[in-house]
Nanobody, 125 residues
Framework: QVQLAESGGGLVQAGGSLRLSCAAS????????MGWFRQAPGKDRDFVAA????????WYGDSVKGRFKIFRNNYNDTADLQMSDLKLEDTAVYYC??????????????????WGRGTQVTVFA
């Protein structure tokens, strides 16, 4: 089992930036891939970004490409999400997730067995 803890959420004005961090502990092999998802009230949990920790390969959801960037720090087992040019529609609870394998194709929440509790990001006008 992998334990995940998010930090860095908060309030930010539209157009601003925010950085989220996810710290992983536990079985390293089960966190070879770390990802971020988000869920707004009444909506599905959507894929935001993911990273392969050993090689740094990244994936992004279409709505955040060019604005968000995911980083890894294998020294302290973290995966950060740098969010820039934030929009009102980025408001959501952001969840960190971890998986041991990649099945190919697009990422979905079902691919990740381990989840953090989430951190709220609110973008205001």
């Amino acid at each position: 089992q992998v334990q995940l803890a998010e930090s860095g959420g908060g309030l930010v004005q539209a157009g601003g930036s925010l950085r989220l961090s996810c710290a992983a502990s536990g079985r390293t092999l089960e966190s070879m891939y770390m990802g971020w998802f988000r869920q707004a009230p009444g909506k599905d949990r959507d894929f935001v970004a993911a990273i392969n920790r050993p090689f740094g390969t990244t994936w992004y959801g279409d709505s955040v490409k060019g604005r968000f960037k995911i980083f890894r720090n294998n020294y302290n087992d973290t995966a950060d999400l740098q969010m820039s040019d934030l929009k009102l529609e980025d408001t959501a609870v952001y969840y960190c997730a971890a998986a041991g394998i990649y099945n190919g194709g697009s990422w979905s929440a079902a691919d990740f067995p381990s989840w953090g509790r989430g951190t709220q990001v609110t973008v205001f006008a």
